[in-house]
């Protein structure tokens, strides 16, 4: 039988006081972590071990904690704080060699000098909150600081610093005035690739002849290339090339693993028939996720016109397809989580929310563009 603990709980003293507070954010850590987990705790705990040992002893910082993908460290002085920050930047380089570039542990560091409430294994207080929300300012290998940090550096002294302006940060209804310090006369650090694509993949499979005549295929060819060449002008799919789909067109393949193989959101397929002068295509449109067909249509042509661009066939299907992948990623991101949709449903999910007349629509759009916005740092397209 297990003993109760009588008495008051005894909690670290508290002390009100001005300090330099220092976050540190690895960029992208989610991803880094998902790609090899035990490199990236490797080199994380060494690098932690280095600062704690060599860069906050010489500036007189301390560690408040150490999360998986972070720091807080406090200064009793902004220069200090400073100055501890650009080493730390510094030293992070040693950690990326013979690391692919997608694979570089980068780092982003907010600065703010406030009144906290310290004890032994915390700080507490407003200030803490607006370092982390500079640092969320700062881009891979930068350091934004706060105006009461700008204020007690000089300028071509600590470090060169830029004015950013005010910004507006979360759950700040005031934007911050923000500057960005970087070591003197250094060059700006390349920053790795932006992977990520935030459009969904269609792959268009050429159309069979019915019944199968090899005089004719060479309609289907055409059929499949023209619509490829109009949707690719989308800015909202990214579509594939015939020489990636067009090994399909004959195999007896199910729908799923061309889905699979071609790694498509949707696939465009279908069969058509020839009747003299005269030809009707018979297409659906497959959503990869669900498997359901989301458009269905037997469109017809004279063949001299179409080859003419002078029927209306391909412009049918094209706006067909792309209105329809267009109401899927929508009503996704009306009905779904956003945590658990793909990045091409939020991004073509808010383009549709702001297309509508409805203020509540609207402000949705706003909600779902910045979640893709943290969860996409370095893609331009949703800011």
Not at 264 to 286: H, I, K, P, Q, W
Request: proline content about 5%.
């Amino acid at each position: 039988m297990s003993t109760p603990i009588t008495g008051e709980t005894v909690w670290p003293e508290l002390q009100r006081t001005r300090r330099a507070i220092v976050v540190v954010d690895v960029v992208e850590s989610v991803r880094l972590m998902q790609a090899n987990e035990a490199d990236v705790i490797d080199r994380w705990r060494r690098f932690v071990a280095e600062v704690r040992s060599v860069v906050l002893p010489k500036h007189g910082g301390r560690l408040v904690k150490s999360l998986g993908d972070g720091m807080l460290l406090e200064f009793e002085g902004v220069p200090s704080a400073v100055e501890a920050a650009l080493a730390i930047q510094a030293r992070v380089t040693p950690y990326n060699v013979e690391r692919a570039s997608d694979a570089h542990l980068h780092l982003r560091v907010g600065i703010n000098q406030a009144d906290v409430v310290v004890d032994e294994l915390d700080i507490y207080g407003a200030g803490v909150n607006v370092a982390a929300r500079l640092a969320s300012l700062a881009g891979p290998g930068e350091i934004v600081v706060s105006a009461q940090v700008q204020d007690q550096i000089c300028d071509g002294l600590h470090g060169d610093i830029e004015d950013l302006g005010p910004r507006y940060v979360k759950h700040l209804d005031e934007p911050l005035r923000a500057f960005r310090v970087t070591v003197v006369g250094d060059a700006a650090r390349p920053l790795p690739a932006v992977t990520a694509d935030l459009r969904p993949t269609l792959a268009v499979i050429p159309f069979l002849s019915e019944p199968s005549d090899l005089k004719a295929d060479a309609l289907g060819h055409a059929m499949a290339d023209d619509i490829i060449a109009a949707l690719s002008r989308h800015a909202g799919l990214r579509v594939l090339s015939r020489l990636s789909t067009g090994a399909f067109r004959n195999r007896h393949t199910e729908l799923g693993q061309i889905l699979r193989m071609l790694k498509a959101s949707y696939v465009l397929s279908g069969r058509y028939y020839t009747n003299g002068d005269m030809v009707r295509l018979s297409v659906e449109l497959c959503d990869s996720t669900s498997g359901e067909v989301l458009w269905a249509g037997r469109p017809s042509a004279n063949v001299q016109q179409l080859f003419a661009g002078e029927d209306s066939l391909i412009p049918h299907v094209v706006s067909n397809v792309s209105q329809c992948v267009l109401a899927q990623e929508l009503l996704r991101t009306r009905s779904l989580p956003m945590s658990s949709l793909q990045s091409y449903t939020l991004y073509l999910g808010a383009t549709g929310l702001m297309n509508s007349l409805a203020v509540i629509d609207f402000d949705q759009a706003k909600l779902v563009l910045d979640h893709l916005a943290e969860r996409h740092p370095r893609q331009g397209a949703p800011y």
